[in-house]
């Protein structure tokens, strides 16, 4: 986890800041995932295309995370904020549905272009509910 830890460290070191403040945007989601009991986070960089945060909680069994927050490769860089389709709800369709979108299987995916307090407490709700999902496996 170490070199995970550093990884991410420098990654967002180096991220220059957009007008859009999606590195702020990332910041914050990424200090809400912290803030959960039991949870890991891993750090799976592909330079030029995208930098995946992940998120599991140690009681999971059956899915390796239970949301991945994607710096997706752009200029500027944007997120993709990703669920199983199965750990949330999304009853107004706000997230865009992708056939086998999250490590193969179906998933429900929130775009943050530009930073929104709003879109922010969207997705953190759903981050919750998620937690709270994975916490049940």
């Not at 180096?14 to 989601?29: H, R, V």
């Not at 750990?87 to 992708?98: A, Q, T």
């Amino acid at each position: 986890m170490e070199t995970t830890t550093q990884e991410l460290v420098s990654f967002i070191a180096e991220w220059a800041e957009s007008p859009e403040q999606t590195k702020k945007a990332f910041i914050e989601l990424k200090e809400h995932l912290e803030s959960m009991a039991g949870v890991g986070l891993s750090f799976h960089p592909r330079p030029g295309l995208t930098y995946s945060l992940r998120a599991a909680h140690a009681r999971q069994k059956d899915k390796p995370l239970f949301v991945m927050v994607d710096v997706i490769e752009d200029t500027p860089r944007w997120l993709s904020v990703c669920f199983y389709g199965d750990m949330i709800s999304d009853p107004e369709e706000r997230g865009d549905f992708v056939p086998g979108g999250l490590l193969g299987q179906d998933a429900r995916c929130f775009d943050i272009n530009q930073y929104s307090n709003e879109a922010l407490q969207s997705v953190k709700a759903k981050m919750d509910e998620a937690y709270a999902a994975a916490a049940a496996e």
